[in-house]
């Protein structure tokens, strides 16, 4: 079983900053890739941002410049650095990764959630 999980979120104010963090536990050999989802209120779940097994990163338009996914393969950890949040970015975070178990079976697990809640 592989388990991740988010934390780092919390309540800021406009403009302000939240640092995510997903650890990744279990019988783990390897993760390829990692990735931010978001679902805000009455919204669908969003990607927010990957990054590839070797570095390489994508976020969606809304974020570019903002938001930085970057990854400690050491720590089996993602991040997600979120600066000049907006209310819209108000959503839960979901972390997700393709993982490699020690039984030799993909999984693509999902954690359970980290709220951000940009709001005065």
């Known amino acids: 079983q592989v388990q991740l999980v988010e934390s780092g979120g919390g309540l800021v104010q406009p403009g302000g900053s939240l640092r995510l963090s997903c650890v990744a536990s279990?019988?783990?050999?390897?993760?390829?890739?990692m990735a931010w989802y978001r679902q805000a209120p009455g919204k669908g779940r969003e990607l927010v941002a990957t990054?590839?097994?070797?570095?390489?990163?994508n976020y969606v338009d809304s974020v570019k410049g903002r938001f930085t996914i970057s990854r400690d393969n050491a720590k089996n950890t993602v991040y997600l650095q979120m600066n000049t949040l907006k209310p819209e970015d108000t959503a839960v975070y979901y972390c997700?990764?393709?993982?490699?178990?020690?039984?030799?079976?993909?999984?693509?697990?999902w954690g359970q959630g980290t709220l951000v809640t940009v709001s005065s």
């Open positions: 997700n990764a393709v993982v490699l178990t020690s039984s030799y079976r993909y999984l693509e697990p």
């Open positions: 279990g019988s783990i050999v390897s993760i390829d890739d």
């Open positions: 990054i590839r097994s070797g570095g390489s990163t």
